[in-house]
Each structure stands twice: as structure tokens, then as C-alpha cells.
Nanobody, 115 residues
């Protein structure tokens, strides 16, 4: 099992930056995929960014060029650096870890971008 704890959310003005962290309860070296998703009020949860154990990275089109995902295996942590934030980025952001048949989610962290 893996417990995931997100942090770093908050209230920021449009154009500002935040860095989200996702700390795992054990080594992430063997975790095939770790990613960030978000869910805005009244909308479905959507993919934001993901990184594989081999270092492959993918982003949603809506965040390309503004968000950067990275992983620090020594700290068992995945980060999401969010720059040039827009009001439409407002959502609860969730961390996900997928390995083999198992799928784990964090509790989420709120990001609110004011205009």
C-alpha cells in the first residue's frame, strides 16, 4: 500500500505560482506512474500531468508550458510547479500513484486562483 499526502495548495492571484507536493509513505522507485489530477466544482476529475518511473512526462494541453511535474525519488515525493496560474486552474488537485493492478489517491489540496 501507498499513502499519498498532498500539500502546497492555497489562494493565489492570477499570474502567480504555486508548488504542490505529493509525499508517498514508501519508496516511489517501483511505482510505475505518478500523476496529478484536478476536479473543479461541478466538473469531472481530469488529468493534469504525469511522470513514469522511466521519466516519461505528459501534460494536459491546458497546462503545457505553465506547469512542470517532477519527482524526487530520494524524498519519495512528486512535485507540480504551477506558473502563470489562471482562474480556470481553480480546483482540488489530487495526486495519484499507479503500480501494477493498484491505484492510490491522495486526499487532495485546494488551489484557488483569483482574477
Amino acid at each position: 500500500q501507498v499513502q499519498l499526502v498532498e500539500s502546497g495548495g492555497g489562494l493565489v492571484q492570477a499570474g502567480g505560482s504555486l508548488r504542490l507536493s505529493c509525499a508517498a509513505s514508501r519508496s516511489i522507485l517501483s511505482i510505475n506512474f505518478m500523476g496529478w489530477y484536478r476536479q473543479a466544482p461541478g466538473k469531472q476529475r481530469e488529468f493534469v500531468a504525469g511522470i513514469s518511473s522511466g521519466g516519461s512526462i505528459n501534460y494536459a494541453d491546458s497546462v503545457k508550458g505553465r506547469f512542470t511535474i517532477s519527482r524526487d525519488n530520494a524524498k519519495n515525493t512528486v512535485y507540480l510547479q504551477m506558473n502563470s496560474l489562471k482562474p480556470e486552474d481553480t480546483a482540488v488537485y489530487y495526486c495519484r500513484a499507479a503500480t501494477g493492478p493498484y491505484d492510490y489517491w491522495g486526499q487532495g489540496t485546494q488551489v484557488t486562483v483569483s482574477s
